[in-house]
């Protein structure tokens, strides 16, 4: 092969290679097999709307877990628990014989989580600073993993769907709450929002089964997945 030819095909390797990144470049924060474009994750900064006044009206949070039922006792996970706003209604739920992981990727918000518990003196939460493609959650140890507007955060959602279905227990159960992208009358950006189809789609992929959609709620689907 003459040295022209040698420079040709290495120039021609280098424009391959090029569009192949161009390409992946491209595909980065959507979803494979739905399209779902990935929202952008709230960082501790937001932490003040977490636990903005009337999140009560907009949200209901304590009908969205009557209507998931917590049992006394159980050990559940909040997974992506931002301020703690959540962790504390389950702690109180579960008991003292209870166990809540607040898991979240950033320690800022987990550092907010441990102040919170600490200012109500609650002493069952075990808060973890997760990754983007695993809570840490150790291997069937939970009855319950509750996502509260933040699945659709997930950079590597296949990857921590794995995770959390090795997180629990033969029989246990993933909530997602999820603002309704059915109703564009919700003030929240598209992006934060889910269909119940593409909940379905991304998440019975992973192992799981869709075994009840509740849309009592103001604003928000409950999707309750059970593991297989």
Same mark, same amino acid.
């Given at each position: +092969? ?17 569009? =192949?990144?161009?390409?992946?470049? $491209? $595909?980065?924060?959507?979803? /494979? ?7 952008? *994750? ?18 209901? /949070?304590?009908?969205?877990? &009557? ?8 050990? *559940? ?18 008991? &003292? ?7 979240? !990727?950033?320690?800022?918000?987990? =550092? ?29 140890? !939970?009855? +319950? =993993?509750?996502?509260?507007? *933040? ?5 590597? /959602?296949?990857? +921590? ?56 709620? /103001? ?6 997945? &059970?593991?297989?």
């Amino acid at each position: +092969m003459t040295r022209d030819a040698t420079v040709r095909r290495a120039i021609f390797a280098g424009l391959i290679a090029a569009a =192949a990144a161009t390409l992946a470049a $491209q $595909q980065t924060g959507v979803h /494979p097999i739905s399209g779902r474009r990935f929202a952008d *994750v709230m960082d501790a900064s937001g932490a003040p709307w977490l636990d903005r006044a009337d999140r009560d009206i907009e949200e209901a /949070p304590d009908e969205a877990l &009557n209507i998931i039922g917590v049992k006394k006792g159980s050990t *559940v996970a909040d997974i992506g628990a931002g301020s703690g706003y959540m962790t504390l209604k389950l702690a109180k739920r579960v008991g &003292n014989t209870g166990v809540v992981y607040a898991t979240d !990727i950033q320690p800022a918000m987990i =550092a907010l989580v441990d102040e919170r518990m600490k200012k109500q003196k609650i002493t069952n939460v075990r808060s973890v600073v997760g990754t983007v493609d695993d809570p840490r959650l150790p291997p069937a140890s !939970i009855d +319950m =993993a509750l996502l509260v507007d *933040v699945y659709h955060e997930f950079s590597q /959602p296949q990857v +921590m769907l794995r995770r959390i279905h090795e997180a629990l227990k033969p029989g246990g159960r993933m909530v997602l709450l999820e603002y309704k992208k059915e109703d564009p009358s919700i003030p929240i950006r598209p992006e934060h929002k889910m269909s119940v189809a593409e909940a379905k789609l991304e998440v019975e992929a992973e192992g799981f089964k869709l075994g009840r959609v509740d849309d009592e709620l /103001p604003r928000q689907h409950v999707l309750i997945f &059970n593991k297989r």
